[in-house]
């Protein structure tokens, strides 16, 4: 069985890009599975991404550096995929790129699979924005098959057409609570007695790290043993740093980069603070849950991310200290380790994904 994962870019830390890694690594285990991988753009991390070695790469022309000869390109791998793969899966988060739609409407097993449920670029751009509703178009006259991790997802590229959808699942025991690797890693960053917050993602306009950095001030007024974990890089990073400085909390926020541990660390955290713009199914939030953290998250997010009693959702237009004083209340019942057993009953262990995934694949 002969997979083509297509995909515009891979970053370091990017949803779309862990996903495609963790999920076709261990598709790729399987001796009857075949893994062609197709990266239209090579991000400026490319060379420092953990690609599997079972992996074929497969290059392209560059849209952005010779848009007829990316055009050729996919004209001539759609020619072909019918009879050199068993389906052509399909990771976005919009239409605007995807020129090669209608080389692929009319062909089979065609999987479009929607990995969020927004995009400013797009709705900012007047012809971003008709782009990407010919691509809808296009989509919705085609014989396409379509995934998405969320209703949200599913409605910004498929409207209201069916779908199947397929959970942003983690490998749960990693993500287990341990007590020893909490205390081992609050001494390690000198968190001992402290309350910690944290937060995952990119430093990007989507993950609005500038307003949790101004719900945490409001919290950290009322408790000054308080400290914010923040994880990832972005071009946002800078800023988020000097409204840190501006609003005196150089001591209180800690900026820890990218990191190759997150599953250990979410073990020394208390509360995780998602106040994003738009989000398809985040799967730092799947992992954190997995953990028994409690999480607080914007209501741009589905409520769909809502896996234990211990999640929240808050509305953007409160202001900072409503939010802070919202998380200021809450308290967690749950007991941490219980909180993979509840993530496997509701569908969100990787491994049974990939199974589920497997499976869909071999059903011809």
């Given amino acids: 069985m002969k997979i083509l994962v297509v995909c515009r870019t891979l970053k ?3 949803g779309i890009s862990e996903w495609i890694l963790n999920y076709y690594r261990e598709l790729a285990k399987k001796t009857d599975v075949s893994i062609d991988l197709l990266v239209e753009e090579k991000s400026a991390d490319f060379t420092r991404i953990n690609i599997p070695q079972e992996f074929n790469i497969i290059n392209i022309h560059s849209l952005k550096s010779n848009f007829f000869g990316y055009l050729s ?13 068993d389906y052509v899966h399909i990771h976005l988060d919009n239409f605007v790129r995807v020129f090669y739609l209608p080389f692929l409407k009319n062909k089979n097993n065609i999987i479009l699979h929607s990995h969020n449920s927004y995009n400013d670029d797009v709705t900012n751009s007047f012809i ?3 782009i990407h509703n010919i691509g809808k178009q296009i989509v919705k006259h085609g014989r396409f098959i379509r995934f998405a991790c969320s209703d949200l997802a599913a409605a910004w590229l ?11 699942g983690v490998n749960l025991l990693d993500f287990q609570y341990d007590g020893a690797t ?5 001494k390690k960053l000198n968190l001992i007695d402290k309350t910690v917050y ?7 306009y989507q993950k609005n790290q500038q307003r949790l950095v101004k719900i945490f001030s409001e919290i950290y007024k009322s408790n000054r043993n308080s400290v914010l974990l923040l ?5 946002e990073q800078d800023k988020v740093k000097q409204l840190v400085n501006e609003l005196g909390l150089e001591e209180a926020v800690y900026f820890l980069g990218h990191r190759n541990d997150v599953a250990q660390l979410l073990n020394a955290l208390d509360f995780i603070i998602f106040p994003s713009h738009y989000e398809g199914l985040p799967i730092a939030l799947v992992e954190a849950q997995a953990n028994g953290i409690p999480v607080f998250y914007s209501d741009s997010i589905t409520k769909e991310v809502e896996l234990l009693p211990t999640s929240f959702a808050f509305s953007l237009h409160d202001n900072d200290i409503q939010i802070a004083q919202r998380i200021l209340q809450a308290q967690s019942l749950l007991n941490r ?3 993979t057993t509840i993530l496997k009953a509701k569908g969100y262990d990787r491994n049974d994904v990939v199974e589920k995934l497997y499976h869909f694949y071999k059903q011809d």
Avoid: L, M
């Fill in 128 to 130: 971003k924005r008709c």
């Fill in 12 to 14: 370091q830390g990017g």
């Fill in 337 to 339: 380790k219980s909180a």
């Fill in 73 to 85: 390109d996919w004209y001539r791998i759609s020619q072909k995929v019918e009879t050199d793969y």
């Fill in 182 to 186: 909490r205390a081992a890693y609050r």
């Fill in 231 to 235: 994880v990832g890089t972005g071009t």
């Fill in 198 to 204: 944290g937060h995952v993602g990119r430093f990007v």
């Fill in 158 to 168: 498929f409207d209201e057409a069916p779908y199947k959808q397929i959970n942003n």
